[in-house]
């Protein structure tokens, strides 16, 4: 936008929202320019903090009408390239405000706004004794409802026995380009309740699960609730063979008792020089309960992991008992930059995945000597593939060697894609390497989608390059 | 802090934005019990004001993407330095393991430029400084106390009292009421007869050079008295000359300790505390005092020693403890917004239902004050001493 036009839109946009919730002011807006990616800042050219679905969809309607770039945001701690003016420029929508939580009477559903952070929407169930299952990302503390399903984010803690946030979905509130707001699934009738996703035609829902901003803005999601368990166990068996490793793992995802299942490779004991007795890796097992039958849950568990090995560590389960963070930041340091490559693969190709990184790190072990990255990865269980990841922790803030690790980032990434790995996020970090392995058919499909929900390319513009107008 | 040091301190950030937000209590993130993290991020509404938004913009200004304009020089000063966003910043470790990322001090060292620079600074600040200069205290008041005839006595002894200045010119209950305990439980604690700002406030606004003065002042009217220990109700003078004097190689020749270090200490104050109606108490963690000194347990501990005193903790306490909006300068330069931020906690220590709110920092009372009672610790001990 040219200085003028910024100014009269801000005028404009001031009257929706109240002047203390909009800014053009440079040093206001610094604060905007970057998520926890390893990407470089870019500074958009307004904030705007909206209150209500009402005034997203005003505030549309005009940057429609303008043609100008609006960039919904939540926490940008995205480790992909998400949440903020990714070309630079443009709106920048800062949906925080907007943060109330629902519960259903009948404690079986929860209807919250976009802005809301995934551990503050825990916090309010918790008070009832409910959970949507899997808590949320890593980054739960500041990462948002509206950002997390926009990413389709995922969830370690919970996913072996719940699955992915995005799965819990029943229905969703839209704001599209035009301004106009829609409701998924059933309450697409204005009579019925945000309560079932597979009705009144198209799961819509899906569309802009994992749409990245780029199709409109997610305002409100409704999820499906559980109660939460009162009893949990923790294990952290290591293995001879990654084989026996994964095996495990597979048999115990199965009883469907386990609520987090993590399995590390063998490199990353080594690193962290806490067991060097773990050849084949290790896991991080979590069993979930009640009183009434965690002790069978327990001797079944220990009757599985015993088959396969007799070594367990003590390495994991105080962490995740909450009782000794010291430990936890042994292995899980980070230092200002980080990058993660993550990705589904089926149970079976497990052990190869771990075989190939363990290659690539042998492969480029000159390089990666060079820079201070350091490798840190393995798989998280869900309830029928297994999410892998690939930590690559930077440590160093030297430019070149910086460089250079963004280099073994590009390189892995096209390794592992070219493996099979369909990542859940993919951000503008990763969003080349990802468009330009799928089928041209499916591409094409999304730039269609594109065009018709957003003909003007208003919706976060440099997302994906697929999708820019001239290319869709 | 140098140039080299404050661009390795940016660096350290990852931007997960847990300077914001950090709602506790699930899974195995439970011990973190509290919600948002940043007092004036929740006042003021923009991610600028947290530790994130802060640390991109000194980057931007460093690497001169944007000059240190008015609104960029409000960001740096509206910020109490309450340490909350150290205490759940999660680089280089989980929230609770102490971070290498210095928020405090990243803030301090754009303080200290903006002065450096000859750019403006609030009205309020320059105001503190020439009333410093004039009179040394930060109201610019004649030099007086309220006469403390027990403390004046002692004026020889080796435990000496620092009141401070919000002690000695509105918060002077709060001597009062020492003056009383120290007569009743016969303790050898004396006052000087006069005093000089401790500098803190000048520190903490980035005024160094007129804190230097004052604190070589200070150095010498201290040390010439010869006492062994100083004992302050102020965390804020506490801190100061505890950590600041030192740092700045003024070299002070007794101890200093925080008045709870020193109560919780006396085994015989319990003989002195008489039985009571039960009542309910709650207690405010002043941030200089906890998060920053992490002096957390003496006070619950003479609280508990006083019988019948039943203490429930707010949500937030401890390292997870909301500010009172007072700090830094806050009160001074941004009384709407530290005024605000002191509702906040407010609102949360009743919330206990308590008979009384406790704290242990004149400047808390003083903020926290504006809304109903809050008695300094050594008044609840006056109140129960025989």
Redesign the interface.
């Known amino acids: 936008m040219i200085l003028t036009q910024i100014e009269d839109t801000y005028h404009i946009l001031k009257e929706i929202v109240g002047v203390?919730?909009i800014?053009i002011?440079?040093?206001?807006?610094?604060?905007?320019?970057?998520?926890?990616s390893i990407l470089e800042?870019k500074?958009p050219e307004m904030?705007i903090?909206p209150g209500s679905v009402e005034e997203i969809s005003n505030i549309l309607k005009i940057a429609n009408e303008k043609k100008i770039p609006i960039i919904p945001s939540g926490?940008?701690?995205s480790l992909c390239g998400a949440g903020y003016s990714l070309k630079g420029g443009g709106i920048i929508l800062?949906l925080?405000?907007m943060t109330t939580v629902n519960i259903t009477e009948d404690g079986l559903n929860v209807e919250v706004e976009a802005g809301c952070?995934f551990?503050?929407l825990?916090?309010e169930l918790?008070k009832q004794n409910l959970t949507i299952g899997p808590?949320g990302p890593f980054?739960?503390?500041?990462?948002t409802i509206g950002g997390g399903l926009s990413v389709n984010t995922y969830s370690n803690?919970?996913a072996n026995l719940y699955g992915v946030p995005s799965e819990k979905i029943l229905s969703l509130e839209v704001v599209l380009p035009s301004g106009q707001i829609i409701q998924t699934g059933s309450a697409a009738n204005p009579n019925a309740k945000p309560i079932f996703r597979y009705c009144n035609g198209p799961d819509f829902a899906g569309l802009f699960l994992g749409s990245h901003g780029t199709l409109g803005i997610i305002t409100k999601a409704s999820f499906r609730v559980e109660n939460r368990h009162s009893e949990e166990a923790h294990y952290d068996p290591v293995f001879d063979t990654i084989e026996s490793c994964t095996q495990c793992a597979i048999e115990l995802t199965k009883t469907r008792y386990t609520g987090m299942i993590m399995q590390f490779a063998p490199i990353f004991y080594k690193q962290s020089g806490l067991d060097i007795r773990a050849k084949g890796g290790g896991l991080l097992v979590n069993v979930f309960g009640e009183p009434q039958n965690i002790e069978y849950r327990k001797q079944t568990i220990e009757k599985i992991i015993s088959k396969y090995t007799d070594m367990t560590t003590d390495t994991f389960a105080p962490?995740?008992?909450?009782k000794d963070?010291?430990k936890?930041?042994a292995w899980?340091?980070?230092?200002?930059?980080?990058a993660e490559i993550a990705g589904f693969l089926p149970f079976s190709q497990v052990t190869d995945y771990v075989k190939k990184v363990e290659e690539f790190m042998h492969k480029n072990k000159d390089l990666i000597n060079k820079t201070s990255l350091i490798p840190q990865f393995g798989a998280i269980y869900t309830l029928n593939c297994v999410n892998i990841f690939v930590l690559l922790l930077v440590y160093d803030?030297d430019e070149e060697h910086f460089e250079a690790s963004r280099l073994l980032v590009k390189n892995l990434t096209d390794d592992l894609l070219d493996f099979g790995i369909s990542p859940y996020w993919i951000g503008k970090a990763y969003s080349r390497a990802v468009f330009s392995r799928l089928r041209p058919e499916y591409v094409q499909l999304y730039q269609m989608i594109k065009k018709l929900l957003d003909p003007n390319g208003i919706m976060n513009p440099g997302m994906f390059e697929i999708l820019e107008v001239g290319k869709a | 802090m140098n140039d080299t040091e404050l661009r390795k301190q940016l660096e350290l950030c990852m931007g997960c934005g847990y300077c914001r937000d950090a709602y506790g209590d699930e899974g195995w993130l439970e011990s973190l019990k509290t919600k948002h993290v940043c007092p004036v991020r929740e006042i003021l509404g923009f991610d600028s004001y947290t530790a994130k938004g802060r640390i991109l913009l000194g980057k931007a200004i460093l690497e001169e993407e944007i000059p240190m304009t008015p609104t960029a020089r409000s960001i740096f000063y509206q910020c109490t330095l309450c340490g909350n966003c150290e205490a759940h910043c999660i680089s280089r470790g989980l929230p609770f393991v102490p971070s290498d990322l210095k928020v405090r001090e990243i803030i301090r060292y754009f303080r200290e430029k903006i002065i450096e620079d000859g750019l403006e600074i609030p009205k309020a600040y320059q105001r503190i400084a020439f009333n410093l200069k004039q009179t040394g205290n930060v109201f610019g008041e004649r030099q007086k106390r309220p006469r403390m005839p027990y403390l004046e006595e002692n004026k020889d002894a080796s435990i000496m009292y620092f009141a401070g200045c919000m002690v000695s010119y509105r918060e002077s209950q709060v001597l009062e009421a020492l003056n009383n305990v120290c007569k009743k439980l016969n303790l050898k604690i004396g006052i000087l007869p006069e005093e000089l700002c401790c500098g803190n406030v000048l520190l903490r606004t980035g005024q160094i050079e007129v804190a230097k003065s004052l604190m070589e002042s200070n150095k010498n009217h201290l040390n010439e008295a010869g006492f062994k220990i100083l004992v302050t109700s102020c965390p804020g003078c506490f801190s100061a000359l505890k950590n600041e004097y030192p740092k700045y190689e003024f070299k002070l020749n007794f101890e200093v300790q925080h008045i709870t270090e020193y109560f919780s200490n006396l085994p015989q104050l319990k003989d002195f505390l008489k039985n009571s109606k039960p009542i309910k108490v709650t207690y405010h963690d002043p941030c200089e005092l906890g998060r920053l000194n992490k002096i957390f347990l003496q006070p619950r501990k003479i609280l508990q020693t006083i019988p019948n005193v039943q203490l429930i903790e707010p949500f937030r306490s401890q390292l997870n403890a909301w500010c009172c909006g007072a700090g830094a300068g806050v009160q001074a330069a941004y009384p709407d917004l530290s005024k605000k931020i002191a509702f906040d906690r407010y609102k949360e220590l009743k919330d206990t239902a308590p008979d009384c709110i406790i704290t242990a920092c004149p400047n808390c009372v003083h903020s926290l004050s504006q809304f109903g009672q809050i008695m300094d610790i050594i008044e609840i001990i006056e109140r129960y001493i025989i």
């Open positions: 203390d919730n800014s002011d440079p040093a206001i807006l610094w604060a905007y320019s970057k998520d926890s800042p500074l904030v903090r926490g940008r701690s800062d925080t405000r952070t551990s503050k825990g916090f918790k808590p980054s739960a503390f500041s990462a803690y919970g962490i995740f008992n909450a963070y010291q936890y930041r899980c340091c980070v230092n200002g930059r980080w803030i």
